[in-house]
């Protein structure tokens, strides 16, 4: 018989939402950061970057002596980072030896619409996939993961993630030796099972909320820096975790850039959130033998509960200096939109669905003309969810008639959307047509998305929108 009083405190404890997960105080920090290779490219004659990345399943040793079975692309666990310029042609031979179908997406690229690696463009199992593009858009951190529909949340969480770096002049001004003063950092929060597994039970109502963190795929990570000043290129490449991020010692960095691009002039922070799918890029000043440690604070309770350690810093006891970051970072004018712009409405309903729908290979929910811009509000009626848009950028104009964050003020291609919250936001689209291929906009919840929380439009040449179907065929 379990006294009354015990039975209550336990189940107190096993419900009680608000509590906040922490790893703090857990860690040691004994494991040299990994940081994911560049892919080397081969050049074609006409000088295109021919890049090859194979989805694989592996194994690794997040845990010292335990082995953990996991999928990677080039590796057993996350990829390798693409690192290209603006000008640069591209393309890419993805082979998938996963033995199940999945798709690779470029989240966060300007490219054609039959390129972008979304739920239509499924590679089966031993099938290889051979997109190319020019880059045609500013220097940014991007992303790429699988987004076959329906296991999109399972893919990415086994592991098959990387970064996608692209380069101009401006970005070039800022420290960017790669590894050395320019550090990427994929963020991701894991569930482990007693015996090391990766636990796949996201039972939560936004899906997984893992316990434990990967920083590039290393558990209790440090890193010990070299350069008086080090760029950090943060990816939030979890499930549905959000991130506070700040630093313990409370020290303050400078914000460069968000998911699509550099800021125009660089903004001195000590928090930032991160929701999945979201990037940021800072730049953060060291002194000779400092320690600090990069923590996410709580927030508030479902996706931005939790109290996490991430990376202990170490700065060696003697730094390469480098110049000060310039106050003008970028020249590319904030997006604005025509005062005459096309405005969407969009809701986001208690059942996880986009204006009372949900995801229809099928059907095409809205019809976009090529290269214009728009104003999207978007009014959640439902829990935390965030809202990516494929091969556009925009700008974040309001979240309930207020600025947004400082941190949320350049561009980007990913919003958190606050439980109750209306969010305008001033689209930008890529100029590419196609009435075969449609893109997405979704919820970057993983479970969501997965679930139907995501729509498709087609990009169209200006002024056929009206004569454009809105099924698509079922081989489309
Ligand atoms: Cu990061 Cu539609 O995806
Ligand atoms: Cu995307
Ligand atoms: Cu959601």
């Not at 040793?61 to 080039?74: A, H, Y």
């Not at 490219?111 to 880059?135: K, R």
């Not at 099928?362 to 009626?381: Q, S």
């Not at 935390?384 to 947004?404: G, T």
């Amino acid at each position: 018989i379990v006294p009354f009083g015990l039975l209550l405190v336990f189940g107190l404890a096993g419900c009680n939402s608000n509590e906040t997960v922490t790893n703090v105080g857990k860690l040691e920090f004994q494991q040299a950061l990994k940081i994911p290779e560049l892919l080397e490219p081969t050049i074609e004659s006409d000088g295109t970057k021919h890049f090859s990345l194979t989805m694989e399943p592996g194994t690794t040793e997040f845990f010292p002596g335990e082995i953990t079975d996991t999928w990677g692309i080039n590796g057993s666990y996350l990829g390798p980072t693409i690192r290209v310029s603006r000008g640069d042609k591209v393309s890419f031979d993805v082979v998938n030896k996963l033995g199940e179908t999945s798709t690779l997406h470029w989240h966060g690229m300007m490219l054609p619409p039959a390129m972008d690696g979304g739920p239509h463009q499924m590679i089966e199992a031993g099938e290889t996939w051979s997109p190319h593009w020019t880059i045609d858009q500013p220097s940014a951190t991007t992303w790429y993961h699988p987004h076959l529909h329906g296991k999109t949340a399972q893919h990415v969480y086994r592991g098959l993630a990387g970064m996608f770096i692209i380069d101009d002049e401006d970005s070039k001004k800022l420290p960017s030796n790669y590894g050395v003063d320019d550090i990427p950092l994929i963020v991701q929060d894991k569930l482990f099972t007693s015996d090391g597994q990766l636990s796949e039970d996201d039972d939560t109502p936004y899906g997984m909320l893992g316990d434990e963190i990967l920083v590039n795929g290393t558990y209790d990570p440090f890193l010990k820096v070299t350069a008086s000043q080090v760029r950090f290129r943060l990816l939030n490449g979890s499930n549905a975790r959000a991130y506070n991020f700040g630093f313990t010692d409370g020290r303050s960095f400078q914000l460069v850039a968000n998911d699509a691009g550099l800021l125009n002039e660089p903004v001195t922070l000590e928090r930032f959130m991160l929701s999945p799918g979201e990037r940021a890029e800072i730049v953060v000043a060291f002194e000779p033998e400092e320690e600090t440690i990069l923590r996410s604070y709580s927030s508030g309770a479902g996706i931005t509960n939790g109290e996490f350690d991430l990376l202990k810093i170490v700065a060696d006891s003697e730094l390469t200096g480098s110049s000060p970051i310039s106050k003008q970072l970028s020249s590319i004018e904030p997006i604005e939109v025509p005062a005459d712009a096309k405005v969407r409405q969009f809701k986001l309903t208690m059942e996880n669905e986009i204006n009372d729908k949900l995801m229809d290979m099928y059907r095409i929910d809205e019809v976009v003309p090529a290269g214009t811009k728009e104003i999207w509000e978007i009014h959640n009626f439902g829990s935390e969810h965030n809202f990516h848009i494929h091969d556009a950028a925009f700008r974040v104009l309001d979240i309930n008639d207020k600025e947004p964050p400082e941190y949320a003020r350049g561009r980007k291609d990913t919003v958190f959307i606050p439980h109750g919250a209306s969010v305008r936001i001033a689209v930008e689209f890529g100029n590419y047509t196609d009435l075969n291929y449609p893109l997405m906009y979704h919820c970057h919840l993983l479970k969501h998305e997965d679930e139907g929380m995501m729509d498709q439009f087609l990009l169209v040449e200006p002024g056929t929108e009206s004569q454009v179907p809105t099924e698509l065929r079922d081989d489309g």
